[in-house]
């Protein structure tokens, strides 16, 4: 487990999220939900959740990627601005999971957009999804070329 510290660490400035359910069950996105209500409150590390991609550092995803979804996925992926990171949480969009292989699908994730972190569970814990996002920073700490310490974290 992360300490908050290290949290703290790695977020040195405010981390802007946005989501996109690729066709999940919802378990997933209620656990994100959960990240940003008060038990959990993300807000408190300078994660803030926002509305549209073109504003968004980290796109976090849930889903196996259904084919209504996949031109919808990668259109919100090159909305965002460079530098980015993508966030794959759940099962179903690591590896399509119970869907594996379903005649609907494009899935899973990695096959439509590059992913950074895979949170893994049926759904992830919030604790999890916030442990990803933490080491998606490590990715954008690096694109922008800020070589800190915040390798440590892993
Ligand atoms: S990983 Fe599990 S909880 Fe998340 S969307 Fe898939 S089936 Fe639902």
């Known amino acids: 487990m992360i300490k908050l510290e ?5 977020f040195p400035k405010s981390l802007w999220v946005t989501t996109c359910n690729s066709g999940s069950c919802n378990g997933c996105d209620i656990e994100i939900v959960a990240t940003i209500s008060p038990r959990y409150d993300i807000e408190r590390l300078g994660m803030k959740l926002v509305g549209t991609p073109r504003h ?4 976090i995803v849930t889903g196996p990627v259904t084919k209504f979804m996949t031109k919808k996925l990668l259109r919100i992926y090159n909305q965002m601005p460079d530098p980015k990171a993508v966030v794959c949480v759940g099962n179903c969009g690591a590896s399509g999971d119970v869907f594996y292989k379903s005649y609907n699908l494009d899935g899973p994730v990695d096959r439509i957009i590059p992913v950074d972190v ?3 569970g ?3 814990r919030p604790e999890a999804i916030i442990e990803g996002v933490a080491k998606a920073v ?3 700490e690096t694109l922008r070329g800020e070589s800190r310490k915040v390798g440590e974290v892993q």
Do not use: F, Q, T
Request: glycine share 0%; charged share 20%.
């Open 6 to 10: 290290k949290y703290m660490e790695v």
């Open 56 to 59: 968004a550092d980290v796109l």
């Open 122 to 124: 049926c759904p992830p």
């Open 138 to 140: 490590l990715k954008l």
């Open 118 to 120: 895979y949170v893994h």
